[in-house]
C-alpha cells in the first residue's frame, strides 16, 4: 500500500489518511453500509409496490418508476460491492487491492441509468399514440410512498458525496428517483382533474430529459478516472510549482498524478537532484504532497546527473 519501502512511512500513512478524506475510503465501510443496506431493502419493497399497482392501474409511468427503481437496486447493489472491494487488501496481481473497482461501479451506474432512461422514454412514446385509462389514485399513492423512500434513501447518502463519486452515483441516483416518483404523482392528479390521458406518457418523457441530464456528468466523470486523468480539483501546475521550489531539485520530469480509487489519488516523478536527496526528503515531501493536494501515494525518482539521459525526460514521453 505504501509506495515506498519505508516501513515507517507506510504506517504512517494509514494513520493520516482519515483526516484528508473525509468520507475517503477509511470511514466509508463504518458510514455507508448500513445505508445501503438499507436503501437496497426499502427500494426492493418500492419496486414490488410499484410493479404491482402500476400494473393493476394501468399505469406507464408507475411501471416505468418501478423500472427506474430497479435499475438503482442494481447501482446500489454495485455500489456496494465497490465500497467493501475498496477495503480488501493488496495482494498478488492487484497491487492496488480492488480500490479501482469504485471507478467501475461509478461507470457501471451512469450505464444503467442511461439503459433504464431508454427503456422509459420507449414505453412513453408508444403510449402517446395511443394513450389508456389510468387509475390515478392508486398511483398517486404508490408514487407519494416511492417520494418518501427514495428520498430518505437519498439523505442516507447525502454527506459522502462530496468526497467520493462512488458514493454520489448513488446518491444522484436516489435523488433523480425522487424526482420521478414526484413527477408521478403530479400527472395522475392532473388525469383525475382534467382526464388527460396523454401526460400520464408526457410525464415520463420529461423525466427521462431529466435523468439523461443528471447522467451525463457521472458519466464522464467516471470515464475520465478510467483513463487515468487527474482528478477533478488537482491543481497539476501547483503541484509542479511545488516540487521544482523544492530544496536542491533543480528539474523534473515523467510527473504523474492518477486517481486510485474514487477517494485516493497517487502521484509518481523524477527529480533531477544534483547534490541527491535524503529520506527525509522524502518523507517530508510526500507528507507535504498530502496535506496541500490530497495526494495519499507519492513514489519520487531521484537522479543526481541532469544529463544523464533518463528516457522519461522528455515531455512527450509518457
Known amino acids: 500500500m ?16 482519515g483526516h484528508d478524506h473525509g468520507h475517503g475510503h477509511v470511514h466509508a465501510p463504518a458510514n ?22 402500476g400494473y ?12 427506474h427503481n430497479l435499475s438503482d437496486v442494481l447501482g446500489l447493489v454495485v455500489a456496494w460491492g465497490a465500497s467493501i472491494a475498496a477495503q480488501r487488501a493488496p495482494s498478488g496481481r492487484f497491487t492496488y487491492g480492488f480500490r479501482a473497482s469504485t ?31 389510468v387509475a390515478g389514485v392508486t398511483v398517486m399513492v404508490v408514487a407519494g410512498i416511492g417520494i ?15 468526497d467520493d463519486i462512488n458514493i454520489e452515483g448513488a446518491y444522484l441516483h436516489m435523488a433523480a428517483d425522487a424526482a420521478v416518483s414526484l413527477g408521478v404523482v403530479v400527472s395522475a392528479a392532473l388525469i383525475i382533474w382534467t382526464g388527460w390521458l396523454w401526460l400520464d406518457p408526457v410525464t415520463s418523457l420529461v423525466i427521462c430529459a431529466t435523468i439523461l441530464w443528471s447522467t451525463t456528468s457521472l458519466l464522464r466523470g467516471s470515464v475520465d478516472m478510467s483513463m487515468a486523468a487527474a482528478p477533478k480539483g488537482t491543481d497539476l501546475a501547483a503541484i509542479r510549482a511545488f516540487l521544482l521550489a523544492r530544496p536542491g531539485v533543480s528539474a523534473i520530469h515523467d510527473l504523474h498524478v492518477w486517481p486510485i480509487s474514487t477517494t485516493e489519488t497517487a502521484l509518481t516523478c523524477h527529480l533531477v537532484m544534483p547534490t541527491g536527496a535524503g529520506d527525509a ?23 543526481t546527473h541532469p544529463d544523464n539521459g533518463c528516457a522519461l525526460a522528455p515531455d512527450d514521453v509518457v
Open 2 to 17: 505504501g509506495s515506498h519501502d519505508h516501513h515507517g512511512h507506510h504506517h504512517h500513512d494509514h494513520g493520516d489518511h
Open 32 to 53: 455507508f453500509g448500513k445505508a445501503f443496506a438499507i436503501g437496497i431493502a426499502l427500494n426492493i419493497a418500492l419496486v414490488v409496490a410499484e410493479a404491482v399497482y
Open 56 to 67: 393493476v392501474g394501468n399505469s406507464t409511468a408507475l411501471l416505468a418508476d418501478a423500472g
Open 103 to 133: 471507478i467501475l461501479a461509478a461507470l457501471a451506474n451512469a450505464v444503467f441509468l442511461l439503459v433504464a432512461t431508454g427503456a422509459i422514454g420507449w414505453e412513453a412514446i408508444l403510449r402517446l399514440r395511443e394513450p389508456e385509462p
Open 148 to 162: 418518501l423512500i427514495n428520498g430518505f434513501t437519498a439523505m442516507l447518502f447525502a454527506s459522502g458525496r462530496k
Open 281 to 303: 526528503f522524502l518523507m517530508e515531501t510526500a507528507q507535504l504532497l498530502k496535506t496541500t493536494h490530497r495526494i495519499g501515494h507519492t513514489t519520487l525518482q531521484v537522479e
